[in-house]
């Protein structure tokens, strides 16, 4: 039977790094997949300045990106992005010129109604969100896991996911790389000791080498997040990966459901749903 997942996100791009393979397989398997966005991103680091320029083109890569996925539903809760402190870098706090609408510091009960509307309107069977953490610790992505973890409790919906990364492959793969490359500036590989999750806690391992091209192209879609500063971000350091090598690093996309007992292995989101939810 077609079912219904709302991936909650910070940021346009956040939805091509973490999920894009997951949303990429559910809407080819006939689920309805709708994206929502908490902010446009507009106080990221690129090579266009700050401020509703950088947003408006945010913006539209997020609808391309949506598009190649197979979303049926985007939603821009219209948030301002909190940023990061002068330095630039996660641990960095918020910066003291954020905006006054800023998603950090929304009130919560606030923006999880607003979540929670879109929920019921849609009869969503799941919601993904991240770890308690923020996966590698920006504000904004603690705030979605403050903001979706309520509203899935005010919506009654039924699974909650959170999006994360295995972080015991991911630091091995990290520190051997670093042998060969030198990372940009704002990616420092200490910081991913504490980021994400430890495999033990990880109950959905979801193998999405089928849409490694789609999602790729979700990737190749946030052209903005490419560059910035001194030179290649992030983004564009996994986009020059080769593809047999991409293939094997992002063939799998990892969530945590708390309500599971540990040591639970599912493999596909909608695993322990029924057959019909109430």
Known sequence: MARTAVFFHAHPDDEALLTAGTMAMLAAEGHRVVLVVATAGERGLAEL????????????????????????????????????????????????????????DADIEEAAQRLA?????????????????????????????????????????????????????LLRGLRLAQRFYTFPPEFDVRSFERAYSPGEVITHRVNVRRFVKVKRASMTAHAS??????????????????????????????????????????????????????
Request: aromatic content about 6%.
């Open 49 to 104: 300045p700050h401020g509703d320029e950088l947003g408006e083109a945010r913006t539209a890569e997020l609808y391309e990106s949506a598009a190649v996925l197979g979303v049926a539903r985007v939603v821009l809760l219209g948030y301002g992005d909190s940023g990061l402190g002068e330095g630039g870098g996660v641990g960095d706090g918020v910066g003291d010129d954020r905006p006054a609408n800023a998603f950090i």
């Open 117 to 169: 509307a879109v929920l019921k309107e849609e009869s969503s069977d799941l919601l993904t969100i991240y770890d308690p953490a923020g996966g590698y610790g920006h504000p904004d992505h603690v705030q979605v896991y403050r903001v979706g973890q309520r509203a899935a409790g005010i919506a009654g919906t039924p699974v909650l996911l959170e999006a994360t990364v295995n972080r015991d492959p």
């Open 225 to 278: 997040q490419a560059s910035g500063g001194d030179g290649d971000r992030t983004l564009g350091v996994m986009l020059k990966i080769p593809g047999p090598l991409y293939r094997l690093v992002f063939g799998t996309e990892w969530y945590v459901r708390r309500d599971l007992p540990p040591g639970t292995r599912m493999r596909h989101p909608f695993d322990g749903l029924p057959e019909e939810t109430p």
